[in-house]
């Protein structure tokens, strides 16, 4: 189950340390609100990186499906693997 975010009012930025080190434990994004609504978003540089990789992901898995939607040449995996393993060694 998915923790949902952290919701705290802009004024509470000014204390920085604390802020930093919620972010740095919590999972999750930390939304900061002005006047009752979203203003910005801030979390941990783990927590951007990962989703940020997510996203790529999804991304290529989109373009991969479209791709095979639109009628591309499929490649066997094993086939692949084989190759890739004779051509760089490993």
Do not use: H, W
């Not at 373009?63 to 060694?89: C, H, P, Q, T």
Request: aromatic content about 6%; proline content about 3%.
């Amino acid at each position: 189950m998915q923790t949902l975010p952290k919701i705290l009012p802009i004024n509470e930025l000014k204390n920085t340390a604390q802020i930093s080190q919620t972010c740095k434990e919590s999972q999750v994004p930390i939304i900061i609100t002005k006047n009752g609504y979203g203003e910005m978003v801030l979390m941990s540089l783990e927590l951007y990186e990962q989703t940020i990789a997510k996203m790529q992901a999804a991304l290529l898995i989109n373009e991969s499906l479209s791709d095979v939607e639109k009628g591309a040449n499929l490649i066997d995996g094993e086939k692949f693997f084989s190759s890739m393993r004779e051509k760089y060694g490993k």
